[in-house]
């Protein structure tokens, strides 16, 4: 089945990424760089909290493939590699084994450790 | 020993994790639950309610408060006629000592008054210089004898934290940031070239940035030769840097207007693009003529945040 897209208009552009080659989408000020599969990155003029609207409200409410982590980042939780609450890093690795590497808080990352192991 | 939810509300916003569903509160600013559970947000709909009633209430005293005080502003507002109404520029002849020696260099700021629509307008066009961003009040000196014309230029602001800062992307050398709303209006200067224009994308603030070069944006007042209608209400001494064919210069209104009013004189003006400066009657730059008579832009003193005081000024060739 064809994965759901995230569909992204301005007032000059219109962005359709499909939701799992959304790896994770970091705030940039004023914009927000979607990092895709592979390692592109899309600029949108958007900032991060109205992408988290556009993620709500185009995708259904049983929807748990992205997490808000911080002021910074929403994750695909399906990526979600690696978690090391100490060195406050979180990896993800994509569908072709590349890896990013990417930075949180200790109390952030603790409660997405914990996310993941009460879903076990 | 603190309970949970006194521990939750010392939580700052980086600690923040919350899987996205549609039926979750989307702001991203009010939201301190993170038990990455949705189920919380239906127990809290009549606290919210109230919240809600609370803030309706308060803006509907602050619009009433604005209303009268419109009304009031409006009743004492009598444009002055004649040359009583230069009030936001000043001329000065022999002013105290600029620097020397300022007639060595080729440099100068024309000056023409003009009337549009009624409105008392002042154009000031650099000849012989060229235009650079300069951030910090006290970088920009009267003693920098190279100095044709400085004007701030992108608007600040204070978060809500109490840290000021300057309003959408900027770039001026090493010093970039982008906070705050982006308007729509930009210049950006890369490689001595100035242009004018209206276009929220980042491609020119990308570009600015990566050639070292110079990009703010402030509200649009004209776009290809039509104005841009879609600013904020109120009147006041209007500023625009505006660009028509090749020519880049400012034009100040010497009277209070609204910003459609003024862009409208501008769209009259023929000029292509313009975007607002930093407007008011505060001290806000000054341009140097032919004769060494300085143009005062501004002139109630004030004092501003220094890390966000932006110019943008021309300096002799």
């Known amino acids: 089945m064809a994965s759901a897209l995230l569909v992204i208009s301005t007032s000059t552009e219109l962005i359709r990424v499909p939701q799992d080659r959304v790896i994770f989408i970091a705030s940039n000020g004023n914009y927000s760089t979607i990092t895709t599969g592979g390692g592109d990155e899309l600029v949108v003029t958007y900032q991060l909290g109205q992408i988290e609207a556009m993620l709500a409200s185009q995708f259904g409410d049983d929807d748990d493939t992205f997490v808000r982590i911080g002021k910074q980042l929403i994750v695909n939780m399906n990526y979600i590699h ?5 060195r406050q890093k979180l990896v993800l690795k994509d569908y072709s084994d590349q ?22 | ?41 239906t127990t809290k709909k009549p606290l919210f309610h109230r919240y809600w009633f609370i803030i309706v209430l308060v803006l509907l005293v602050i619009a009433l408060v604005v209303m009268i005080a419109i009304t009031v502003s409006h009743r004492t507002d009598r444009r002055p006629s004649g040359e009583n109404y230069n009030v936001a520029t000043k001329y000065t002849r022999n002013p105290e000592p600029v620097a020397e020696p300022i007639r060595d260099l080729p440099g100068y700021a024309e000056f023409n008054d003009t009337v549009v629509n009624d409105i008392p307008l002042q154009v000031i066009t650099p000849h012989d210089a060229f235009a650079q961003l300069i ?22 602001s204070q978060s809500g934290q109490g ?8 770039a001026a050398g090493e010093f970039i940031s982008s906070k705050g709303e982006n308007k729509d209006g930009y210049c950006a200067i890369v490689d001595s070239v100035i242009t004018v224009g209206v276009d929220a994308s ?17 509200v649009p007042l004209v776009k290809d030769g039509a104005l841009v209608d879609t600013n904020p209400k109120g009147k006041g001494y209007r500023r625009a840097l505006c660009q028509r064919d090749s020519s880049t210069f400012v034009v100040i209104a010497r009277s209070k207007e609204s910003f459609h009013d003024f862009s409208q004189a501008l769209a009259d003006m023929n ?3 313009a975007i607002s400066l930093l407007g008011g009657e505060c001290v806000s730059g000054w341009a ?24 943008i000024v021309w300096k002799s060739k």
């Open chain 2, 271 to 273: 000029i292509d693009n």
């Open chain 2, 288 to 311: 140097v003529g032919k004769d060494d008579s300085v143009l005062e832009i501004g002139t109630a003193p004030a004092t501003f945040p220094e890390k966000c005081v932006n110019y």
């Open chain 2, 135 to 156: 951030v910090g009040e006290s970088t920009v000196t009267r003693q920098d004898a190279s100095i044709v014309l400085a004007v701030k230029a992108a608007d600040f």
């Open chain 1, 82 to 86: 690696y978690i090391n609450i100490s």
């Open chain 1, 99 to 120: 890896k990013y590497e990417l930075s949180a808080s200790r109390e952030a990352l603790k409660q997405l450790k914990a996310l993941f192991e009460d879903e076990r």
């Open chain 2, 202 to 218: 980042p491609v020119e603030f990308n570009h600015a940035k990566d050639m070292g070069g110079y990009f703010f944006r402030n």
């Open chain 2, 163 to 170: 840290e000021w800062h300057i309003v959408g992307d900027f």
């Open chain 2, 1 to 41: 020993m603190k309970d949970d939810n006194e521990k939750i509300n010392e939580r700052n916003d980086d600690d923040v994790v919350r899987i996205i569903r549609h039926d979750k509160p989307q702001s991203g600013k009010t939201d301190r639950r993170n038990d990455g559970k949705q189920a919380a947000t």
